[in-house]
């Protein structure tokens, strides 16, 4: 009991030592927020009171420690000294940056920004700490100023020094001398005359709109069917008005009147008429277009056999009998017609 007690105490003290650290903003706090997240390991702290402590010293380390062997840790950054081709080196720089080019051009992009960082560098004859520490800063400020929060130009520049100054000096814990002055100066000037001046080209490739249009081609084999319409009465139109009804009304009227009718059809056939041979004798029929002339007699060649006549009471009963089925339509379509509006 006495041990469970002695347990549950030395959890209440370092939960509060690990609150009383969590007020840390500066890098003076950096290693007693440390100790305290170390001590609530060791007796066993919930997660739940240790995680936002563990996320708090991240933070501070990322704005407080040195970058160096960040991102390019110190066993990829040997191999990366030692690679001796163009292709080795972009290699190695892309895997530690989490780059592929399948990703598109950004992509590409910054795998040219990153390789030329190191190729200063090595013009610079860093070491491999302070190349580590330079491509690590090259790598922030692009993912804050660019990707993340969309800064201005002057805010990046703002930030770029901040972090070029705390690499500068050594003035533990608040800056890492990673860099000597004359150093940072050529940095500085490299930043200036690459980065910064190239600055709006970069916020581009990030900022640039891809737009995507997409059409929809409808192919089929049947013609399209129209859509349905409402009809109006005032939609109906006189079909003796239709031209493509003409000859109709004309034979109907030649059939009322047999004189009018002759009358007409003599209009309409012209000069084609005159040109039919009459002929009196027995064996040639009216409306013969071909004309023979033997010399001695005359013969005509005859057309083909006229139909069968049908007698008039007949076709009365056809017609009477067609109107007879048609007459239950022909009452349906007068009401649905009466029912459209005006």
Not at 110 to 130: G, I, S, V
Not at 170 to 175: D, I, K, T
Not at 220 to 227: D, E, G
Request: net charge negative.
């Amino acid at each position: 009991v006495a041990v469970a007690e002695s347990a549950d105490e030395m959890r209440a003290v370092a939960l509060r030592q690990l609150k009383e650290a969590m007020v840390a903003r500066d890098a003076e706090d950096i290693e007693p927020l440390r100790r305290a997240i170390e001590v609530a390991a060791e007796v066993r702290l919930a997660e739940s009171d240790v995680e936002p402590a563990r996320a708090l010293l991240a933070k501070l380390d990322a704005q407080f420690m040195s970058m160096a062997f960040t991102e390019v840790p110190q066993p990829e950054m040997d191999r990366l000294m030692a690679a001796g081709s163009r292709q080795e080196v972009a290699g190695i720089l892309m895997r530690c940056m989490g780059l592929s080019l399948s990703d598109g051009f950004q992509s590409e992009v910054l795998a040219e920004f990153h390789f030329h960082n190191f190729m200063f560098c090595r013009r610079l004859r860093l070491t491999a700490e302070k190349t580590s520490a330079f491509l690590s800063i090259m790598k922030v400020l692009h993912s804050r100023a660019i990707v993340q929060e969309r800064m201005i130009e002057s805010d990046a520049r703002a930030c770029f020094e901040a972090m070029l100054s705390r690499h500068s000096r050594q003035l533990p814990p608040f800056s890492v001398g990673a860099f000597s002055e004359d150093e940072a100066l050529a940095i500085r000037e490299y930043v200036g005359r690459g980065f910064f001046r190239h600055y709006n080209m970069h916020a581009y490739i990030y900022d640039q709109r891809q737009e995507l249009v997409v059409r929809v081609v409808d192919r089929s084999v049947a013609p399209k069917v129209l859509p349905a319409f409402a009809l109006h009465k005032s939609f109906e139109v006189d079909p003796q008005e239709v031209p493509e009804l003409q000859d109709y009304f004309l034979e109907l009227q030649a059939q009322q009147d047999p004189q009018e009718g002759a009358d007409v059809g003599a209009s309409h056939t012209g000069l084609a008429a005159q040109s039919v041979l009459s002929v009196q004798s027995g064996n040639i029929r009216r409306g013969m277009s071909v004309v023979s002339a033997v010399s001695g007699a005359g013969s005509v060649a005859p057309l083909a056999p006229e139909p069968p006549r049908v007698d008039a009471a007949t076709k009365a009963e056809v017609e009477a009998a067609l109107n007879n089925a048609m007459q239950a339509h022909w009452d349906v379509l007068d009401q649905r017609l009466a029912a459209l509006p005006e």
